[in-house]
């Protein structure tokens, strides 16, 4: 099958390599029992491929942000999932563009060789959902450290993680000057605070994704910890998340061409009424549709990657590309689980659980509708709703 976009050609048939390991067996037995995949996430560790983006002076590859798609890509192309680790690529980002330098000795070379797990970021809470100026979790200055005390919902990996990039307050919104001032950002180290100060609770949701709330009563934080300067959070992390957007728009770009090598394949092989279901054009035309939704999805990415790499403003080609690789994701896994016909809805063909985890990409990490608006206000000037 050709496709466009399919650089970094030796990273992607290492990468693919390195997932043949990890079959459908292992991803399901994991996937019964809400199980982290460890031995996935120290295999990619091991061979370099989590921390590809980090600079060679801190002991990473020092590739651009394209390689880190081309990794993802693969990886969700191969019917693993790269939701366990992706954020060990992106929540660096954050360290690495606003961090001193003496954080950056401390901490990247220690994540870039994998001793240090930096998987976590802590934006979102219960009662602000996406209004995120509307957080309430609150950093206070006493003395060396702040302390934190408020809720976060739904931040994922922060059992497998070492480091959490969290968004607090620190100026309360109503004597701000703009609501997305009086924010900062910490990077905490969960091993000093867990139990103490920090409580973890498990989230039970329909994929298997290590999501959790999280509780801080009197957290003590190193006020060495903060990342960039106070106040000035929200600009720290909307850097971060522009490379979250790109990232994970290659992660549906890969679960699409999952959805679609499938479905095509079991299109021939799948004979009913004496000939192969892909001969009817009924079964056939949904699948060619979504691939070329796929490879004109995949087209943007690119763009968006490359406008990151050269450092240009990318905001709106961050999103636009995470809006239509997750709905090219979303389409190619309905194709695919009705181009099963009854075996789509078996576990043991892969596509319940691929259709489950693609799922996700139309909420998390920014939901359709937010995007709609930032393109409807910023590209469009539009009024804003709210
Ligand atoms: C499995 C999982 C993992 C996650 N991991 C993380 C993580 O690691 N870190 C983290 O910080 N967060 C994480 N999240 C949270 C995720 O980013 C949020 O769920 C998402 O941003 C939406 O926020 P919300 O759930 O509060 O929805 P809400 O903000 O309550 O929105 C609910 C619905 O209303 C719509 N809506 C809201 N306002 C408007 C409006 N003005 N106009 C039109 N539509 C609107 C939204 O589009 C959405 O569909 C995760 C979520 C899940 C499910």
Not at 12 to 41: H, I, M, Q
Not at 126 to 142: E, H
Not at 175 to 193: A, I, N, T
């Amino acid at each position: 099958m050709s496709s466009t976009n399919l650089n970094y050609p030796e990273i992607r048939e290492a990468v693919a390599k390195l997932c043949s390991n990890f079959p459908g067996e292992y991803w399901r037995a994991l996937d019964d029992t809400d199980t982290y995949p460890s031995e996935f996430v120290q295999a990619l560790t091991d061979a370099g491929f989590l921390s590809v983006l980090i600079p060679e002076e801190y002991g990473g590859a020092g590739l651009p942000i394209g390689a880190g798609c081309a990794i993802l890509e693969e990886i969700q192309r191969s019917g693993c999932n790269g939701g366990a680790c992706h954020a060990q690529m992106y929540t660096m980002g954050t360290l690495l563009r606003h961090g001193t330098e003496e954080q950056k000795k401390k901490y990247l070379p220690g994540i870039a060789e994998g001793s240090l797990r930096l998987q976590a970021f802590g934006v979102t809470e219960p009662t602000s959902g996406t209004d995120t100026t509307r957080i309430r979790t609150m950093a206070v200055r006493d003395g060396d450290d702040y302390v934190i005390n408020g809720q976060k919902v739904f931040i994922s990996r922060t059992e497998h993680s070492d480091l959490m990039v969290l968004l607090t307050r620190t100026t309360p919104r109503d004597e701000c000057k703009k609501p997305s001032d009086g924010m900062s950002v910490f990077l905490v180290d969960m091993r000093e605070v867990l139990g103490n100060g920090l409580t973890i609770n498990p989230i039970k949701t329909m994929l298997n994704h290590a999501t959790t709330e999280l509780f801080f009563d009197n957290m003590r934080v190193p006020a060495a910890n903060m990342l960039g300067a106070e106040g000035k959070g929200f600009k720290c992390i909307l850097d971060g998340m522009n490379a979250e957007r790109i990232l994970i728009a290659s992660e549906c770009i890969g679960d699409a061409r999952f959805f679609v090598e499938r479905a095509s394949a079991y299109a021939c092989e799948r004979e009913v009424f004496g000939r192969p279901i892909g001969q009817n054009q009924g079964v056939q035309f949904p699948i060619a549709r979504n691939y070329i939704e796929t490879e004109a999805a995949a087209l943007m990415v690119n763009n968006a990657a490359q406008l990151f790499d050269a450092g240009k403003p990318c905001g709106s080609e961050a999103n636009m590309c995470k809006l239509v690789a997750s709905e090219a994701s979303w389409h190619a896994a309905d194709t695919c689980l009705q181009t099963h016909g009854g075996f789509g809805y078996a576990q043991e063909y892969d596509i319940e659980r691929k259709f489950r985890e693609t799922r996700l990409y139309q909420t998390a990490p920014i939901s359709t509708n937010l995007i709609l608006s930032h393109v409807g206000i910023h590209e469009l000037g539009m009024p804003k709703s709210f």
